[in-house]
């Protein structure tokens, strides 16, 4: 399964998005799911999670601004980002622990 991102954008500093992800349902129901961040320059960071069970992480830098979060009905997964920073900048992938493959990613720019 490969992933495919959508949502991204351009926004200024504490707008928000809503990033989104198809997934089939024995994906959530099996994996630990998330999103990965890559910005300029830097390697990729898990950004947030979501185990099958509906336990959450966060890193730090995010924790009180971002959500993820899932609807098995339409088979998604989510990340909503809100108060977004000029550090938040980066090319944001859907992940799974399962057998998976990277999608091409979505680019978020937080800038004037």
């Known amino acids: 399964v490969q992933f495919s991102e959508s949502g991204g954008g351009l926004v200024p500093p504490g707008g928000s998005l809503r990033l989104s992800c198809g997934a089939p349902?024995?994906?959530?129901?099996?994996?630990?799911m998330g999103w990965w961040r890559q910005a300029p320059g830097k390697e990729r960071d898990l950004v947030a999670s979501?185990?099958?069970?509906?336990?959450?992480g966060y890193m730090d830098s995010v924790k009180g601004r971002f959500t993820i979060s899932r609807d098995m009905t339409s088979e998604t997964l989510y990340l909503q980002m809100t108060n977004l920073r000029p550090e938040d900048t980066g090319v944001y992938y859907c992940?799974?622990?399962?057998?998976?493959?990277w999608g091409q990613g979505t680019q978020v720019t937080v800038s004037t």
């Open positions: 992940w799974s622990a399962g057998p998976t493959s």
């Open positions: 979501l185990t099958p069970d509906g336990r959450t």
């Open positions: 349902s024995n994906i959530f129901d099996t994996y630990t």
